[in-house]
Every structure is written in structure tokens, then in C-alpha cells.
């Protein structure tokens, strides 16, 4: 897919058959652009009312949450200081067919399992089951090696384990260590089922560094035997904040810098099941993001791993002044090197973004929630989406920053966002709700359905995976799996995923005709959904290369209003970049449809939007 410049006339003459269907006239189309941040319209998110109180739950103290995959609540809480597992049912309601009335609380041994080391706090399985770890009061009554620190293995309804480690529970290698102020841990599944143990032992330290930390990891085997064990050295800083495993195995730990090198930001590392350092990962093993400045500091606010293994980095901070909050989204490659694709519109790779915590939503999109001011009486937890390419995703709220303020006021202790199968944000936390004193302090869980995520999805849907080639400044989309296979690989160069993926279902009525373009025209590809174009198309330009009648599906969406008629079916903008070596942008998504013809692409479609088809969104 080499790059060629091609005849303008014969492009303009192609152009006269995509082109009449669009409604607007030019100063329309800037009209709209300008005025996006000023419109607001219907939020594809809202308060669930069939969640505990019109979406708001009030929890028990809380450490930790997650969810199960049937969607239900699973919350790390503690009584008298003892660790207590609670479960609640999708509409928030306790769960009494999990474990007693619902409850389980944490011993091994007759010694009861404290809030110390909880760290990420509960890894759940895909089977459902779950993995907890937990400090002991009395850690000789653990082993005989009087192991402080270990880690516990649930069945799905909250029975203990047996047949992991002894009796349930397996005794961790940072006990070893004897750390005087305890132990944070955080926890991932290997892909053959082992679980990666993240440990921080945490010293007395002095005037200057009141506390040391000292890091290391471990895999236990499905069964609670340590596997290997290794400590954790990197020039980035000490303490690990985070663990994810990639589908190689390979480990990827985000690293919190020094005391005062705060503001060279933190780090990615990856290490092999091994523990050996991966040092073809960044630069020497290392890759930076979320650098602050002298008078900022940066915090990870969590590391995402996508379904292609690249990663997405969280960071947060404040400046001096009280209450004012900010952060970023970086995107890398699996590898490590900053993807130059991410933090649409500018794809500088990073994208300003209010995360404080983070999960990964439908069709790649990202979940951030935050304490921010926003000029109110009382900070708020505010949450935002942004695309898998990190831009601001406007229509989660309808309102031009994106931005839902939920009923939570400042929070002072936990906070997480989750996001179940079908689409629904659970934001649980702790802190005041409303403009209530502080001594109203409690525990809460918020949900918030997704208007336009359509989960569970359909197995039979196939999924179209956008490429864009920063050499030439194109853009391809293909569902084909061969097709994939040579642009990943580098066969094809020069290309990489943008991060946008939408799914061509077999219900869909049309199939789409697929088009090469060849290089005295613009070395590209054209698609349709509409017969009648298609046909047109292959009678005006012979040159073209008629590729497949049935590259994926798609409906046409009303010749007259653009609208997509068919449940779950979302509108995909068609632009043109005008050029003579004609290409087109396909997307799902309305932001980037409108950077595009604010950066001289002309939409093309049906309807005042100009909507070229109806897919199904991921």
C-alpha cells in the first residue's frame, strides 16, 4: 500500500456519486462544528432506578470492591477489624445465598484476617470464584513459619476453598521480609490460570523518608504453590501501585516514583513469568508517563490492558490549590513505546483526562471518575468517558465537558469503577453523600446504565478493526482476518490499530461492497452498504477493483433522516479527505467524525449527519 498522488478530476468525478446524498451546505457543517461545545442533548448515561435507592446503594464500611461475572457486587469491608466479604445481588440488594445471610467473614486458623495488605483488594476469576489478600492478627496460628501476610481462594458462593494452599489459604513471600508497618499486595491472573502477586513491605524509615518500601513479586499455581518469587529494581522508584498480566504472560507492574523525583512521573515495567526484566520493553525496560512539574505531582490512577494488548496508563495529580484536580490517559503499544494513534485529536499519545479510577467499558471506550470541584459548594465525584483513542466522549453526559456530577460529595477513602457485562458503571466509594456534615461519612455504591453499550454481546457478531497508516495518512477497515494478519504483522508496513472497532452482525440486511482503489486513484478502499451504489460505482469506474461483494454487514440507515431504525444498531459517519489520493475515514463515533470535517474531510451519507451505515456497536 504504497502512497501515490492521483488525478483530481477523476476523484471529483467519484465524488459526484458519494457526494449526493449529503444535506447540509458548508457553512451549516461549520456552524455545528463551532457550536459543539455549547449544545447539550440526551446523556447515553443516567442513574439506574432499579439499583438500591434510584441508584444509589449505601454499603457497610468498605476497603474493596468487584464484580462477579454474573454482574453481582462483591464488597471487602471490615467489622472490629476483621475482614468481611459481602455480596449484593444486581439491583443491590445483600445476597443471602452467599455465604451466612450473605456475609463471610475472613479467619484462618482462629486467627481473624485484618484490613492490613488488603491493596487492590479482591481479583475475581472467570468462574467466579475469587482471590483475597489479607494480614493475620495472630500469624502463628497461620504456620509454623508464623506468616504474617496470605492470600485466600473463594469459591463462587463464598465457601473456602479447601484445595488452595492450606486449608484455603496460601502464606505469601512477603512475610519473609517482616515488615514493620505492614503490606499492601495487588493481584492479577497468569492466562494458565496462576496468580501474579504484586507485594509492598513497608519499614520505618527516617526524618527525610518516613517510610521505605521494598517491593517484590510472586506466582502462585492454580492450587496455591509458590511457583516463583522475585524482588522488584528499578530505577523509575520503589512501591508498586498496580499489576497486569498481558496474554503472553508477560507481567506489567506500574511503579510510583521516589520521594521527591515525584515529578519525572511514574512506570511502566514488564517482566517475564520468570521474573526476568523484559528490557526490550520502553526504553531499558522502562516506559515514563504522567510527568508533573515542580509544582505538581503525579499519581497512577490505574493501568488498562485492550483486547490487542496495548495499554492504556492513568495518571492524576493537583496543583497547590486545594480541590483542583486533573490527569492524563497515555497510550502504549504491548511493547511498551508510546502509541503516537492515542489522545485524539492531536495523537500526541497522551490525553488530558479526569481519571482518578478507571475501567474499561464497552467497544474499548474508557470509565474515569474523579473529586473534583467544578466550582461547587462540596468537590464531587465526577465521572467521564473517553474513546480507546483517549477523546472525550460528550454524549456520555450531553453536556459540552462530558462530565457527570453524581450525588457523591468529597471522597475520603475508596474509590473504584467497574463496569458489568451488560454495560452498567458501578462506582462505589467513601465519602458524603449530598452537602451533608462530615460525620455523615459512609460507604456507597452508584449505577449508571449505558444507553449505547449492548452487552451481553452476540458470539456470532464479527468484529471490524480500523488501521490507520500515518505514512500516507490513510485509513482501512477490515474485518478479515488475513487482512489482519499482514497489517499487524508488519507484512503490510507502515500501519497500526487506531483503537475503533464496531461489529458486522449476520442479522444486519446488507452486505457491503468493498472497493480497491488502485494507486493512480488513490491507493485506497471505498465501501458501501447501499446495492444501488455499489452497482453505480462499478459502472462509473471500471479501474476500480471490485473486491468483495460481502466485506462485513450493515443496514442502510433512512435515505430521508439519516436514522438507524434496527434495535442496537448505532450510526457510522463516512468522511472524505478531499485529496487526490483519495481516502475515507468509517467511524462510530460522532467526535471523531466532527475533528475530521473540522480538519477539511467532507462527510458523505444520509440525513442532515450524513450517516453512511447502521452497524452494531462494541
Known sequence: MTSYRGDTAKASRLHSIMNRRRNLSAAILIWLVSSVPVLAFTPVASLDPNFGNAGLLTLPPSISAALQPDGKLMVLGSDADTLVLSRYTQSGTLDTTFGLNGLVRLTVNGSALTTAGAGNGILVAPDGGFYVPAAAKDPCKVD???????????????????????????ALAVSQLNPSEGARMYLALDPDGAVVVAENAFFSGNLIIPVRVQSMLERLSPKGVRVTSWAMTSSCGTGIDDV???????????????????????????????????????????????????????????????????????AVGSYPTPDVTFGTLTGFTSSGQQNAAFGVPNGSG?????????????????????????????????????????????????TADGAIVTPVRVVDGLLRVLVRSDG????????????????????FALAY????????RDTSLQTVVEYYNAGQDHYFMTAAAADMTALDSGHLVGWQRTGYTFASAPTLTNPVCRFYIPPAYGDSHFFSASPAECAEVQTKFPQFVYETSDAMRANVPDVITGACAA????????????????????????????????????????????????????
Open 244 to 314: 497486569s498480566v498481558q496474554g503472553d504472560g508477560g507481567i506489567v507492574i506500574t511503579i510510583q516514583p521516589a520521594v521527591g523525583a515525584e515529578a519525572g512521573g511514574m512506570c511502566l515495567s514488564r517482566y517475564s513469568r520468570d521474573g526476568i526484566l523484559d528490557t526490550s520493553f520502553g526504553a531499558g525496560g522502562i516506559a515514563r508517563f504522567g510527568k508533573g512539574n515542580i509544582l505538581t505531582k503525579m499519581y497512577s490512577s490505574g493501568t488498562l490492558l485492550t483486547a490487542d494488548g496495548s495499554i492504556v496508563a492513568g
Open 350 to 398: 497522551v490525553a488530558a483526562a479526569n481519571a482518578g479510577a478507571l475501567a474499561q467499558s464497552c467497544g474499548g471506550k474508557i470509565v474515569g471518575a474523579i473529586v473534583s470541584s467544578l466550582g461547587l459548594a462540596n468537590p464531587a465525584v465526577t465521572m467521564t468517558r473517553y474513546s480507546s483513542n483517549g477523546a472525550l466522549d460528550i454524549t456520555f453526559s450531553g
Open 567 to 618: 434495535p442496537a444498531t448505532t450510526p457510522e459517519y463516512r468522511v472524505w479527505d478531499k485529496r487526490v489520493d483519495t481516502n475515507h475515514r468509517y467511524t462510530t463515533s460522532r467526535e471523531v467524525r466532527d475533528v475530521m470535517v473540522a480538519k477539511g474531510w467532507v462527510p458523505e451519507g444520509y440525513g442532515p449527519d450524513a450517516v453512511a451505515m447502521c452497524v452494531v456497536p462494541q
Open 144 to 170: 509454623a513459619a508464623c506468616s504474617a501476610f496470605v492470600l485466600g481462594h473463594f469459591l463462587p458462593d463464598g465457601q473456602l476453598d479447601g484445595s488452595f494452599g492450606i486449608a484455603g489459604y496460601a
Open 424 to 443: 452498567t458503571i458501578v462506582v462505589v466509594g467513601t465519602g458524603r453523600v449530598g452537602d451533608a456534615p462530615t460525620s455523615n461519612r459512609l460507604s
Open 449 to 456: 446504565r449505558q444507553a449505547d453499550c449492548h452487552w451481553p
